[in-house]
């Protein structure tokens, strides 16, 4: 098999796992992983994961590789709130949330984060579309928030809130404090409400 033959296979994927291609063609040479990742052809985004360099380069696609390469997982935490403009900086790696133990991958394109909860707090995302119509999983601003103070516990005092310099438009006027109460019940930690009471008294 020749490149040109896998590229027209998974193109629309754009991400593939060696699974996924060694069941599609159980007599692929696994010498090409190598080849093509030396020539620039394939991009090896972790173990067992690859993509197609030119379909990586799309808007946002470092997204769609993070959703794709360690499921159940959903984009939240700092990246989540960055994409919200809720805080100001540039975030340096795509951190997730995830039911699988937790895990930090590195790769050409950025580096990924994931932090474990238990399954029954995987929720409170939605499926965000790309520009070329992919999609990946995307926290709702209020559960971004509870998943930051849940994981992150030192945000427990007025000082620390104030470092998030979160956006005084969004927490005054858009935050959905009915959608935010609804999940910390969900989540059902006294210590987490105790964090988002001391968030609130700043606004």
Not at 35 to 48: D, M
Not at 93 to 100: E, G, K, N
Not at 111 to 122: D, S
Request: proline residues 4%; glycine residues 4%; neutral net charge.
């Amino acid at each position: 098999m020749n490149y040109l033959e896998f590229y027209r296979r998974w193109e629309r994927q754009g991400i593939v796992s060696r699974n996924e291609i060694m069941a599609w063609c159980p007599t692929f040479d696994r010498n090409n992983f190598t080849r093509w990742v030396a020539q620039g052809l394939l991009l090896r985004l972790r173990q067992g994961w690859y993509g197609i360099p030119d379909i990586l380069g799309r808007v946002n696609y470092d997204r769609v590789v993070a959703e794709r390469i360690y499921r159940p997982s959903y984009i939240s935490l700092h990246t989540a709130l960055s994409i919200y403009d809720i805080i100001p900086e540039a975030v340096v790696q795509v951190t997730c949330v995830t039911s699988l133990k937790t895990a930090r991958f590195g790769n050409a394109m950025a580096q990924y984060a994931y932090y474990n909860v238990k399954p029954q707090l995987m929720f409170g995302y939605e499926p965000v579309s790309t520009p070329d119509g992919r999609t990946y999983m995307l926290a709702l601003p209020e559960k971004a928030l509870l998943d930051l103070l849940y994981l992150f516990p030192f945000y427990n005092t007025i000082e620390e809130l104030k470092e998030l310099r979160l956006d005084e438009d969004f927490m005054t006027d858009d935050l959905d404090r009915e959608r935010l109460a609804c999940y910390q019940q969900r989540i059902g930690c006294k210590a987490l409400d105790s964090r988002v009471k001391t968030l609130l008294s700043l606004y």
